[in-house]
């Protein structure tokens, strides 16, 4: 009786598409709209940082969480202690010293962790954190829903949606590989093997964006020769202020 009662329902939805000239095909066609753009959460940590391990632990967990971008970012200002961070760099402390006055803060520091360019907590709080970021994961909506789709070869296009807007946003590519695992030779860290998840490999800005509907394409032609996995954008007030959308994309099969 249920199967006759099932298939009347589905024939009287048919000849109801049928009258208003839709057909089933039609409506599974529709696009989906765009994902809510993710919560991000920025790791500035060093392999020779001896209470920076918990905060690697941390953002490897929120790796693993859907809704989150989280990267990691080695600073290379504790390099001089006896330990030379392989994935440290410049840039990285850079990135983390811009955000210094946007966020209120007279010096940098590790571990620290900043969220959605919004707020900032050491990074070994998990309650604080886990706390901002459950907050903010409910209003990603309210984000750009933009878009990253490869194309062939190494080429891709980054599309962002129009929206009113008065400002002017920076736009980063982010390049950057799922873990890394490495045996500390010396400084704080000596003797222990560590792990760090969503290490920033390289970033640099490719556009800006003022509110009108663009598209960019994009040549990942150095970032898949160089072997990262992973590449990201990032849509950001300013050089670095509160981030207005993000997307990541798969470059690479996981090592």
Request: hydrophobic share 40%.
């Amino acid at each position: 009786m249920r199967s006759a009662s099932k298939l009347w329902t589905t024939l009287w939805l048919a000849a109801l598409l049928a009258a208003f000239g839709v057909s089933q095909a039609s409506l599974a066609a529709e696009p989906a709209p765009p994902p809510n753009s993710p919560v991000v959460v920025e790791l500035f940590t060093s392999q020779g940082c001896s209470s920076c391990p918990p905060a690697d632990a941390l953002l490897g967990e929120l790796a693993q969480r859907e809704g989150v971008l989280a990267l990691s970012y080695h600073v290379d200002y504790w390099n001089y202690i006896g330990w030379k961070d392989p994935y440290s760099s410049p840039r990285m402390t850079d990135r983390q010293r811009t955000y210094m006055p946007a966020l209120g803060q007279r010096y940098v520091y590790t571990p620290q962790m900043v969220i959605d360019g919004r707020y900032q907590e050491v990074g070994s709080d998990e309650t604080a954190i886990k706390r901002i970021v459950e907050r903010l994961a409910g209003s990603g909506s309210r984000k750009l829903g933009i878009s990253l789709v490869a194309g062939e070869g190494n080429r891709g296009t980054l599309r962002i949606p129009a929206r009113p807007y008065s400002g002017e946003a920076a736009v980063w590519l982010i390049a950057f590989d799922d873990k890394h695992t490495t045996k500390i030779g010396r400084g704080e860290n000596a003797g222990r093997t560590l792990s760090y998840f969503h290490v920033v490999r390289d970033i640099r800005r490719i556009g800006t964006w003022r509110g009108a509907a663009m598209e960019i394409p994009l040549d990942l032609t150095v970032e898949r020769r160089s072997g990262f996995e992973n590449c990201a954008v990032i849509v950001q007030e300013a050089a670095a202020g509160p981030i207005i959308g993000a997307v990541s994309m798969r470059l690479a099969a996981p090592r």
